[in-house]
């Protein structure tokens, strides 16, 4: 992926933070393809110590720094993430299933 796709992707992400007023903590990653993983060190370059991407123990992705399973858990607040492996696009694809107090559940497949 071209450096100006990088930055851009990476502008607009810090940008939509800001716009809402969050502070990413985490950096989920479906898979290392380049459209879903390419923007990961960039991202932690701008967003410093303590940022955390997390993405499937058996893909090789740009800036893991949490490799997680099938069944692995995270919490965010009140959210509730479950990873599952969801191999055939990449070897190490995974889902994330995430779940809050009184509202619908989703998976993240990216």
Do not use: Y
């Not at 502008?11 to 380049?34: C, F, M, P, Q, Y």
């Not at 879903?36 to 060190?41: I, K, M, Q, S, V």
Request: charged fraction near 15%; charge should be neutral.
């Amino acid at each position: 992926m071209s450096l100006i796709w990088r930055f851009l992707i990476c502008r607009k992400v810090l940008a939509a933070a800001n716009a809402a007023g969050v502070r990413i903590t985490h950096i989920l990653t479906t898979h290392s393809h380049w459209d879903h993983a390419g923007g990961n060190l960039e991202l932690l370059s701008k967003l410093g110590e303590g940022v955390q991407v997390v993405g499937g123990a058996s893909d090789d992705i740009p800036g893991c720094t949490n490799f997680v399973k099938h069944g692995d858990t995270i919490l965010f607040g009140q959210i509730h993430i479950t990873v599952l492996d969801t191999p055939g696009h990449t070897k190490g694809h995974v889902c994330f299933h995430a779940e809050c107090d009184r509202s619908i559940p989703v998976v993240f497949s990216g």
